[in-house]
C-alpha cells in the first residue's frame, strides 16, 4: 500500500508544471535513508521496468523528497484548527489563521516535493522516463479499478448510503 501511495505521489508530481529545476546533485537524501550502491536495487516496487540506473535515481529522489518536518508543520496546523473548533466559542479568525498556515504547509511541502521530483526525472533517460510514464498509466489505472470497487455498496455497512 505505501508503494501504492508513494506512486500517486509520483503521479502527482509528475502532472503538475515544473515549478523549479533544481540538479539532482543539490537534493540530499533524506537523514536517516540509506543507499547502497554496491548492490543492484532490485527488480520489484514501482519502478521494476526502469533501468538499474533509473530505479536508484528514482529511489534517491523518493528518499530525498521525504518531507518529515513539512507534514509535522501540516499536522500542528490542523490540530490548531480541531483546537479552535472544540471551543466552547468558534473564533473564526483563528480558525481561518490555522487554515491558512495550513495551506501554507501544504503548498511547501508540496513544493519541495515537486522540485525533487523534476531533478530525478531529468536525471532519467527518455526510456526509463517512458517506462515510468507506463507504469505510472497502470498503477493509476489500477487505483482508480480499486476505488470503484471500494465505493460499491455493502450489505451489513453500519452507516446507510446517503439517498
Known sequence: MKSLQALGVLLLAATVPAVAQVPLSSVTPAPGSYVNFAEPIGRGGPFRSLSDAGRRTMHITMRSADGKADRLAVDSARDRMLTVLDAERLDPEALR????DERA?????????????????QQLSLADRRAFVTEARAMR???????????RPRTGSLIPPPQ
Not at 489563521?97 to 491558512?100: G, K, L, P, Y
Open 105 to 121: 504547509a501544504a503548498m511547501t511541502a508540496k513544493s519541495r516535493q515537486q522540485a525533487a521530483m523534476i531533478a530525478g526525472f
Open 141 to 151: 489505472d489500477e487505483v482508480k479499478a480499486r476505488l470503484a470497487g471500494a465505493r
Open 97 to 100: 489563521r490555522a487554515m491558512e
